[in-house]
């Protein structure tokens, strides 16, 4: 995994979120995003979310990798079993969390975006190379297997995806 290009491609988007914070209007955060049901402020904040839940990933990563593969497996099995509550948990969240200030979420992603840039920065070789089973239903981006190399660049993915689907400025 070529770390810099990881770490570069987080800056951008942090960048890029920024920017678009900036030039939203009012009316701009409101209107209702293309091919979601939530709105360009909601959908903003999932964006961060993706880098969020990264936090999280990269524990189960450290955990379910030192364990026999038929744990992380089928502990993945489990959690695509529960893809129907975790699609309106998913929603409802982002829902939520769209009610934050565009500035605090412009905040929350720069420290989001700091604890990364250190984890990754921490993470021997083994660590980047351990890997297990993910629950592939929950998001088109997550594969049935994944690494932590794999989790950490996740994000900008997930972002880059959705960014596509904010009509700011329409």
């Known amino acids: 995994m070529d770390r810099r290009a990881v770490h570069e491609q987080w800056e951008r988007d942090r960048a890029t979120f920024h920017a678009l914070v900036a030039a939203a209007t009012a009316d701009d955060l409101r209107r209702p995003s293309r091919g979601t049901r939530w709105t360009n402020q909601q959908l903003l904040f999932h964006m961060i979310f993706g880098y969020q839940v990264v ?7 450290r955990v379910f990798g030192r364990l026999p593969d038929p744990v992380s497996r089928g502990f993945a099995r489990a959690l695509d079993a529960g893809t129907v509550p ?85």
Request: with cysteine; glycine share 8%; net charge positive.
């Open 86 to 170: 975790f699609d309106v948990v998913n929603y409802l969240g982002s829902c939520g969390g769209g009610m934050l200030a565009p500035r605090w979420m412009a905040w929350w992603f720069d420290r989001i975006i700091a604890s990364l840039h250190r984890s990754l920065d921490h993470a021997s070789d083994a660590d980047v190379g351990r890997g297990m089973h993910y629950p592939a239903r929950w998001d088109p981006f997550f594969a049935p297997y994944m690494t932590l190399a794999d989790v950490y660049r996740y994000p900008a993915r997930h972002f880059a995806f959705h960014q596509q689907q904010l009509t700011l400025g329409a």
């Open 55 to 61: 936090r999280a990933l990269q524990v189960l990563v």
